[in-house]
């Protein structure tokens, strides 16, 4: 298992800060530095002609003015797309990122990076694959490699395979017995689950054998301090200036 050569912060950034500018786009990435974030995660998939690109969903419809599965598109039609448009009218022109252009934006604001590889259907490997050789075509040597996650096992065999230098952890909704089975095959160094199934028992059975627990997707203040208080590690959330503000609210008042 790889440790985390780099300290995880409290509070990553969704997407970017995705309540307030376009999820995964480099807008989104320079609005989380803005609010203070030191995390960002965003979701990274192919485009047909096998570049890695930064979406969410397979399909273009919702996030993006184009039609259809994402695995159909090249990245030069790709790149043609609004990727901002849709949720609102300062954001329009806002490209599909590749994540070549994500890395050098996070390493010119100082962000780390949560990874997450979010294959189209049938792409787990190939995915993967792509990711390690950006990562190690793109990434400047000395700095701390981004933490990868994914929901596909497929993908997180790849990155154990290719890149066992490269830490990575097991995203899961609920983190079944089975699932947590899985971390030391997978050589797993955190776990990554939805925050309604986290709790002091699973953060014990993980710190057991040295694994943060990350939770997503928590937009309420109380709730990202109950979390954290719990001893979950990190929260994902689209607000991260509201969460930064009230963890520092908090230690304000502790100090006093
Ligand atoms: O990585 C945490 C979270 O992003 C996982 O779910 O669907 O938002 O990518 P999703
Ligand atoms: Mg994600």
């Excluded at 609005?31 to 969410?56: P, Q, T």
């Excluded at 043609?80 to 050098?104: H, I, M, S």
């Excluded at 109950?226 to 001893?231: H, I, K, V």
Aim: hydrophobic share 40%.
């Amino acid at each position: 298992m790889r440790t985390l050569d780099v300290r995880l912060a409290p509070v990553i950034a969704h997407r970017g800060a995705s309540a307030d500018t376009p999820e995964n786009t480099l807008a989104a990435l320079r609005a989380a530095a803005a609010a203070g974030a030191r995390w960002v995660e965003f979701d990274v998939k192919l485009s047909r002609d096998g570049y890695c690109i930064l979406m969410h969903d397979d399909l273009l419809n919702r996030t993006t003015n184009g039609r259809g599965e994402v695995a159909h598109y090249d990245l030069d039609e790709l790149r043609r797309l609004d990727a901002g448009g849709w949720f609102g009218r300062r954001f329009r022109g806002e490209p599909v990122p590749t994540l070549q252009e994500a890395l050098a934006l996070c390493v010119e604001l100082d962000l780390d990076i949560n990874l997450e590889i979010k294959p189209c259907p049938g792409r787990q490997h190939e995915t993967a694959i792509r990711v390690v050789d950006e990562l190690r075509r793109h990434w400047p040597a000395g700095r701390s490699w981004p933490l990868i996650s994914s929901f596909a096992i497929a993908s997180l065999e790849e990155v154990r395979k290719l890149g066992p230098d490269m830490p990575h952890g097991l995203l899961i909704g609920r983190p079944t017995r089975r699932a947590l089975g899985m971390l030391d095959r997978l050589e797993c160094s955190t776990l990554h689950c939805d925050a309604k199934h986290a709790s002091a028992e699973l953060v014990r059975h993980l710190t057991r054998s040295g694994r943060p627990l990350l939770c997503y997707t928590v937009n309420d203040a109380s709730r990202a301090l109950r979390l954290l208080e719990m001893g979950v590690r990190a929260v994902f959330t689209d607000r991260p200036q509201l969460i930064a503000e009230a963890i520092a609210a908090r230690s304000a008042k502790q100090g006093q």
